[in-house]
């Protein structure tokens, strides 16, 4: 078993910053690709940023320019740097981590999500 832990959400004004920070613990062989989502009230799930473990980064549009996301393959932690927040950024954010994880004497791969951390952005 593996388990992601989020932290960093918070209030925040408009065009402030905040940087959440996720780390990954238990019978990890390797992380793979590791992300962030977000989940505003009364709308699906989506995706913000994604990061390999070569260091390839990807996100979504409306992010582009204003967050930054980098991860500590050692320390097994990835980090969302949030610059210059919206109102329309306020969401429950989640981590999410492509792991190779030890099973018995094999390993497997499987998705694992954090319980999610509250970024609210006043106007």
């Known amino acids: 078993q593996v388990q992601l832990v989020e932290s960093g959400g918070d209030l925040v004004q408009a065009g402030g910053s905040l940087r959440l920070s996720c780390a990954a613990s238990?019978?990890?062989?390797?992380?793979?690709?590791m992300g962030w989502y977000r989940q505003a009230a009364g709308k699906q799930r989506e995706l913000v940023a994604t990061i390999t473990s070569g260091g390839r980064t990807n996100y979504v549009d409306s992010v582009k320019g204003r967050f930054t996301i980098s991860r500590d393959n050692a320390k097994n932690t990835v980090t969302l740097q949030m610059n210059s927040l919206k109102p329309e950024d306020t969401a429950v954010y989640y981590c999410?981590?492509?792991?190779?994880?030890?099973?018995?004497?094999?390993?497997?791969?499987?998705?694992?999500w954090g319980k999610g951390t509250l970024v609210t952005v006043s106007s």
């Open positions: 999410n981590a492509d792991v190779t994880e030890y099973v018995f004497m094999s390993t497997r791969d499987r998705e694992y």
């Open positions: 238990g019978s990890i062989v390797r992380i793979n690709a």
